[in-house]
Structure formats: C-alpha cells, structure tokens
C-alpha cells in the first residue's frame, strides 16, 4: 500500500523559510518523479514543483521559481520543498504526490499523479 505522509508545515511570517518532507513508504521510490501542490481556500488545486526519479530534472511553478527548492533523498524515500521569502499568497495546503507513470518528463497536471499525500498546512502572515 502506497502512502505518502508531509511534515513540516506551520506558522511563518512572510519573508521566512520553511521545509516540507514527504516520506514515502510502499512503493519503490527511486523509479518515480515526484511533484509538490497546493491548494488555497476556494482555489484549485495548484502545481508548484517537481523532480525527476534520479534528480536530474526539476520543474517550478512561475510563481515560485527561485524561492522554492525540490530536492529527494532516495536512500530515505523523501522528497523534499524548501521554501524561502515566502509570501502571504504562498498560505496553501501543500501536498506530495506520485507519478507512477513511467514518463521520461515532468508532469506538472495533478490527473497525472497517482497517489498523493493527506496535505500540511502552510500559514504566512503578512
């Protein structure tokens, strides 16, 4: 059974920094990309990240691209958003998800991704 559980969200004030983890379990994780999204109140169901099975593509959103940092660490099935000078307009669920796929480039469409984690909550106050 495939499970992806985030940590690492919370209260920040803008212009902080916080890390999110997704530690995944059941799958083998080194054969999947992986993709990061969000989701404000009222709002869709937003891409923000993601990265390659073996690290060597990562695709943002405009929104975020030089805040945000993707990274994975596969000996430990994680996978990782850094998020620096946050914004208020960052306040989201943020949520990890599994591209079983196969595909050779980065999906960036939620349809696309297979199993996705239960969300952690990221506060930025102005």
């Known amino acids: 059974q495939v499970q992806l559980v985030e940590s690492g969200g919370g209260l920040v004030q803008a212009g902080g920094s916080l890390r999110l983890s997704c530690a995944a379990s059941?799958?083998?994780?080194?054969?999947?990309?992986m993709g990061w999204f969000r989701q404000a109140p009222g709002k869709e169901r937003e891409f923000v990240a993601a990265?390659?099975?073996?690290?060597?593509?990562?695709n943002y959103a405009d929104s975020v691209k030089g805040r945000f940092t993707i990274s994975r660490d596969n000996a430990k099935n994680t996978v990782y958003l850094q998020m620096n000078t946050v914004k208020p307009e960052d306040t989201a669920v943020y949520s990890c998800?599994?591209?079983?796929?196969?595909?050779?480039?980065?999906?960036?469409?939620?349809?696309?991704?297979?199993?996705w984690g239960q969300g952690t909550q990221v506060t930025v106050s102005s």
């Open positions: 998800a599994a591209d079983l796929g196969g595909r050779s480039w980065i999906a960036e469409r939620p349809i696309e991704y297979d199993y």
């Open positions: 059941g799958l083998t994780f080194s054969r999947y990309n």
């Open positions: 990265i390659s099975r073996l690290s060597v593509t990562t």
